[in-house]
């Protein structure tokens, strides 16, 4: 199957501050990606649909001024977490592909805002 | 935000048992499905699909059962392995042509014993 990337792995941040995380397409063009939350013990939620060339859309109680996400190229999304809070800690796990074929998710990313 | 004390479904089995994990679905109109599986600290690994168009599909060891008239969808794996335990979604397509944007299941937790 087709191979989709996050960077980083983890990442712990300080209150206040802000992360970017990255999803690729390895070796397939997505012009959409999905990001979703996953906290422990609990299912995936998606967050948004990244479209690339365009805006983002959120889902409902997602805040977009929080959740940045940029998908500037046909391989490439991110998601920054601004001004993170502990109680944004959670695993962010993105995916692409789907068009006729299942989504290939990424191997997700735990962020730890302390 | 996290929801404290929320305890995923279990399945505890022997090892060559045959498992079997439900999972209820909310839209009637979804028309394609998905199992998979979740190792702890990782994406989510595609195990098998099925379109609304069927009723029953089989892969190596795996076979997935949709019943539209309940909203219901099962997993059944034959010969459960140690290597088989992990947390199994279902999950539903919301995203129409796109098959990436997806509601999932609240998840079961598969524990297979030697």
């Known amino acids: 199957g087709a191979v989709v990337s996050q960077h980083p792995s983890w990442v712990i941040c300080k209150s206040g501050t802000s992360v970017k995380i990255e999803c690729r397409s390895l070796?397939?063009?997505?012009?959409?990606m999905f990001w979703y939350r996953q906290f422990p013990k609990q299912s995936l939620m998606l967050m948004a649909t990244?479209?690339?060339?365009?805006?983002?859309?959120?889902e409902q109680g997602v805040e977009k001024d929080k959740f940045l996400i940029n998908h500037a190229s046909l391989t490439l999304s991110t998601l920054t977490v601004t001004s993170a809070h502990p109680e944004d800690s959670s695993f962010y796990i993105c995916?692409?592909?789907?068009?006729?074929?299942?989504?290939?998710f990424g191997q997700g990313t735990r962020l730890t805002v302390v | 935000g996290e929801s404290v004390g929320l305890h995923l479904p279990t399945l505890s089995v022997q090892e060559g048992d045959n498992s079997i994990i439900n999972c209820a679905y909310s839209?009637?109109?979804?028309?394609?499905f998905i199992w998979y599986k979740q190792e702890s600290g990782k994406g989510p690994q595609f195990i098998i699909d099925?379109?609304?168009?069927?009723d029953k599909r089989q892969g190596q060891r795996v076979t997935v059962l949709l019943n539209k008239t309940v909203k219901h969808l099962s997993l059944q794996i034959a010969a459960t392995q140690p290597g088989d335990s992990a947390v199994y979604f279902c999950?539903?397509?919301?995203?129409?042509?796109?098959?990436?944007?997806?509601?999932f299941g609240q998840g079961t937790i598969l524990t297979v014993h030697p």
């Open positions: 995916s692409a592909g789907g068009y006729g074929t299942e989504a290939f």
């Open positions: 070796d397939f063009q997505a012009t959409t």
């Open positions: 990244s479209n690339e060339g365009s805006k983002a859309t959120y």
């Open positions: 839209n009637s109109a979804s028309d394609y």
């Open positions: 099925i379109r609304s168009n069927m």
């Open positions: 999950a539903e397509n919301i995203g129409g042509t796109s098959y990436g944007k997806l509601t």
